[in-house]
């Protein structure tokens, strides 16, 4: 798979590394029922306390930054992890930023509304339009674009989670990098889990193993934030797209794509008993943080079937951990 036509900048410090979780699974015992499991550590970075988006913003930035822009606006919820590491990136790369963020969550408590991301969106200079749950964020992101090229300025626009295909070419990337890692340490993983928020985690590995000549079903999500349909749909377009960006000549099927829903909960942002004993298990046990939204829950989703014996005895699983630790501090009430 080759990507070096795709402008792209350097915002990760190579492959991240992949850890046996040895002390949790001592910790559960027969209650992994001889499942193996990894984490691939996605939440470490060199930029804005990492994260998976960065793997995206290299990709997105890069093009920005090859049409010579002066300003990036992005969307997303109150606690966006994406918003903070485009606003820390577009920081490193001396651009403007913009974010206009939704209060998609019910909470008004004070960690949430001015803590974690919220915080460090501030620090790192970004101009911040707060907007009522209900509103199209993308749709006055736009609007405000046009405003600021009518000035003269040079203006990219990044949807929901950097997930576009351009975006989404950082995860097929990210698979050719496990791929080879566990060829390295002599695994092969049975599957490979992450999060879905705005699916472009999973759509860009899926379509990443796809152009690898690998099954797409290596993959598999939790859904964090649409329903179950709702979400296979989504991130089989994405994946389709960003295939479609590497490999012409390649589609994937209508059932390429594995999403749990799950252990979703009541909805975005709102948390479960699930997340929170996994937050406290991977804490306690390896001194790792998954943050409450989305890597809290995808894990609980991942431990309920390695108990339920969904994985084969002796089977390998890789859980990517996503980042967005900062989401702890406005959880804080949680736990």
Do not use: W
């Amino acid at each position: 798979m080759v990507l070096t036509r795709f402008p792209r900048v350097a915002l990760t410090d190579g492959p991240t590394p992949i850890r046996s979780l040895d002390r949790l699974s001592t910790h559960l015992g027969p209650e992994l029922n001889g499942v193996r499991l990894f984490v691939k550590r996605d939440d470490i970075g060199p930029v804005g306390l990492g994260g998976n988006k960065l793997r995206k913003l290299e990709f997105l930035l890069g093009q920005a930054l090859a049409e010579r822009a002066d300003t990036v606006i992005t969307v997303g919820a109150l606690q966006s992890n994406h918003a903070r590491l485009t606003a820390a990136s577009a920081a490193r790369m001396g651009l403007a930023c913009e974010l206009f963020l939704t209060r998609s969550v019910p909470r008004e408590d004070a960690d949430y509304t001015a803590n974690g991301n919220r915080l460090l969106q501030d620090l790192f200079g970004a101009r911040v339009h707060l907007l009522p749950g209900e509103a199209d964020s993308l749709a006055q992101a736009e609007a405000r674009a046009e405003e600021l090229r009518a000035e003269g300025r040079r203006v990219h626009v990044f949807p929901s989670g950097g997930s576009s295909p351009l975006g989404c070419l950082g995860y097929a990337a990210c698979a050719a990098e496990i791929l080879e890692q566990a060829a390295n340490l002599g695994l092969a993983f049975a599957r490979i889990v992450v999060p879905n928020g705005s699916s472009g985690t999973h759509a860009g590995l899926a379509a990443g193993l796809a152009a690898a000549g690998r099954d797409p079903h290596l993959a598999q999500s939790y859904t964090v934030l649409a329903p179950e349909p709702e979400a296979t749909a989504a991130t089989l377009a994405r994946a389709r797209d960003t295939l479609a960006l590497i490999d012409g000549s390649q589609t994937l099927s209508d059932d390429a794509i594995l999403v749990d829903g799950a252990h979703r909960g009541p909805g975005y942002g709102i948390p479960t008993e699930g997340m929170r004993e996994a937050v406290r298990l991977m804490a306690r046990t390896e001194g790792l943080l998954l943050d409450p939204v989305y890597s809290g829950k995808a894990f609980a989703g991942l431990l309920h079937d390695v108990r339920a014996g969904r994985y084969e005895r002796g089977a390998a699983v890789l859980f990517v951990m996503t980042g967005g630790v900062p989401g702890l501090f406005a959880y804080r009430s949680e736990f």
